[in-house]
């Protein structure tokens, strides 16, 4: 009589083959005999994900989990079965287990990057801006040049009262897309809301360059040099510049993400922001 083990081989062969219902019936059999085997029951659970069977895939990967926890594949299937179940606070999770167990997996990071992202713009939209920073955050992490991760992290930041991280974010964004006009905005806003003008300015002033018209970035400008006692500068700074009269501050309202492609593309990101 084979052992668990060359049982297992066996069905592993059918399954590679691609004679499914063979190895199908061989998992079955181990499990009946050994319930929960880590090994048959990750195998099982592939297989079932394979053929299109995914909601029943999910327990076997559970139960593989559950009686090899040091695994990082076992973790790594079971996240890919989550997400394909729209599960993604779940498969993030799983995928965070693989990296705690193998720091250098590389599908897993690759995975989850995209999988926090999505968790934090829920969080952000549904105005649990802590709970969206700290995703984005993580999300950085794992992927440092995400334009949209960073700026929307600067306007959760905002959100938060927070402008110095703020302020870093988003001129962190900007320096991702020199093209961003939001992201020199969002910077010049959170500066000025640190009383740091002349950063503010300089923020600014690239936007400009870029974008002339930007009546937007002429009043924001304006205001700022009166801040600084520049008045005969503030009013001949620009085509956006009032007559004399002291500009409107810059519009403040909630914080909003980028939509997609916005932080990707000038003519979106001219935009307000």
Same mark, same amino acid.
């Given at each position: 009589?084979?052992?668990?083990?060359?049982?297992?081989?066996?069905?592993?062969?059918?399954?590679?083959?691609?004679?499914?219902?063979?190895?199908?019936?061989?998992?079955?059999?181990?499990?009946?005999?050994?319930?929960?085997?880590?090994?048959?029951?990750?195998?099982?659970?592939?297989?079932?994900?394979?053929?299109?069977?995914?909601?029943?895939?999910?327990?076997?990967? &559970?139960?593989?989990?559950?009686?090899?926890?040091?695994?990082?594949?076992?973790?790594?299937?079971?996240?890919?079965?989550?997400?394909?179940?729209?599960?993604?606070?779940?498969?993030?999770?799983?995928?965070?287990?693989?990296?705690?167990?193998?720091?250098?997996?590389?599908?897993?990071?690759?995975?989850?990057?995209?999988?926090?992202?999505?968790?934090?713009?829920?969080?952000? &939209?549904?105005?649990?801006?802590?709970?969206?920073?700290?995703?984005?955050?993580?999300?950085?992490?794992?992927?440092?040049?995400?334009?949209?991760?960073?700026?929307?992290?600067?306007?959760?930041?905002?959100?938060?009262?927070?402008?110095?991280?703020?302020?870093?974010?988003?001129?962190?964004?900007? *320096?991702?897309?020199?093209?961003?006009?939001?992201?020199?905005?969002?910077?010049?806003?959170?500066?000025?809301?640190?009383?740091?003008?002349?950063?503010?300015?300089?923020?600014? *002033?690239?936007?400009?360059?870029? &974008?002339?018209?930007?009546?937007?970035?002429?009043?924001?400008?304006?205001?700022?040099?009166?801040?600084?006692? *520049?008045?005969?500068?503030?009013?001949?700074?620009?085509?956006?510049?009032?007559?004399?009269?002291?500009?409107?501050?810059?519009?403040?309202?909630?914080?909003?993400?980028?939509?997609?492609?916005?932080?990707?593309?000038?003519?979106?990101?001219?935009?307000?922001?």
């Amino acid at each position: 009589m084979a052992t668990v083990s060359e049982a297992l081989s066996i069905a592993l062969d059918h399954h590679i083959a691609g004679r499914v219902a063979e190895a199908e019936t061989l998992y079955g059999r181990i499990l009946e005999a050994v319930p929960g085997h880590p090994d048959a029951s990750h195998l099982m659970g592939l297989l079932l994900a394979q053929t299109g069977r995914v909601a029943a895939a999910l327990p076997h990967l &559970d139960a593989a989990v559950a009686g090899d926890p040091a695994s990082p594949t076992y973790h790594l299937n079971r996240g890919k079965v989550q997400d394909a179940l729209g599960q993604t606070a779940a498969a993030a999770a799983s995928w965070l287990a693989t990296l705690h167990r193998q720091p250098d997996h590389g599908e897993a990071a690759e995975r989850l990057a995209p999988a926090l992202r999505v968790l934090a713009e829920t969080a952000f &939209d549904s105005g649990a801006l802590a709970s969206a920073a700290a995703l984005y955050e993580r999300a950085l992490a794992l992927d440092p040049q995400n334009l949209s991760a960073a700026f929307d992290a600067a306007m959760a930041a905002k959100g938060l009262g927070r402008s110095q991280e703020a302020a870093r974010l988003a001129g962190f964004a900007a *320096r991702l897309d020199p093209t961003l006009l939001r992201a020199r905005m969002a910077e010049a806003e959170a500066c000025q809301a640190l009383g740091q003008t002349e950063r503010a300015i300089a923020a600014l *002033r690239p936007a400009l360059a870029l &974008d002339p018209a930007q009546g937007g970035c002429w009043a924001s400008l304006c205001l700022l040099r009166n801040e600084l006692g *520049r008045r005969g500068a503030a009013v001949t700074a620009g085509p956006g510049a009032g007559a004399g009269a002291p500009p409107p501050p810059q519009a403040s309202g909630p914080p909003r993400r980028a939509t997609p492609h916005a932080a990707s593309t000038p003519s979106a990101a001219g935009g307000g922001g």
